[in-house]
């Protein structure tokens, strides 16, 4: 059973930047996909960046040359750097896990890919 558990969250006004957190547990094997979604009220959920374990990265237009996604595979950590922050950039942001390569990009964006999620932290920009 793998656990997620996201941090880092918090409030931040236009053009700054917050870097994500989410310290996974339980992994069976060593192949693995990591995704960060985000979800504003009255939205549905949508997949901003995902990342497979062989490194291969994906971003949803929206965040496309301001956010990365990266894993450090030593502390089993996902991040997630946001920079040049918008009010459109406000939600709760979850990680998700899927024990598995996704092979379609558009699945590293799709919450149907994933079987764990985290609790979420909201992260909130200011105009």
């Known amino acids: 059973q793998v656990q997620l558990m996201e941090s880092g969250g918090g409030s931040v006004q236009a053009g700054g930047s917050l870097r994500l957190s989410c310290a996974a547990s339980g992994y069976a094997g060593s192949y693995h996909s990591m995704g960060w979604f985000r979800q504003a009220p009255g939205k549905e959920r949508e997949g901003v960046a995902g990342i497979r374990s062989d490194g291969i990265t994906n971003y949803a237009p929206s965040v496309r040359g301001r956010f990365t996604i990266s894993e450090d595979k030593a502390k089993n950590t996902l991040y997630l750097q946001m920079n040049s922050l918008k009010p459109e950039d406000s939600a709760m942001y979850y990680c998700?896990?899927?024990?598995?390569?996704?092979?379609?990009?558009?699945?590293?964006?799709?919450?149907?890919?994933?079987?764990?999620w985290g609790q979420g932290t909201q992260v909130t920009v200011s105009s």
């Open positions: 998700a896990a899927d024990e598995g390569i996704l092979l379609n990009m558009r699945d590293l964006l799709s919450p149907n890919g994933y079987d764990y």
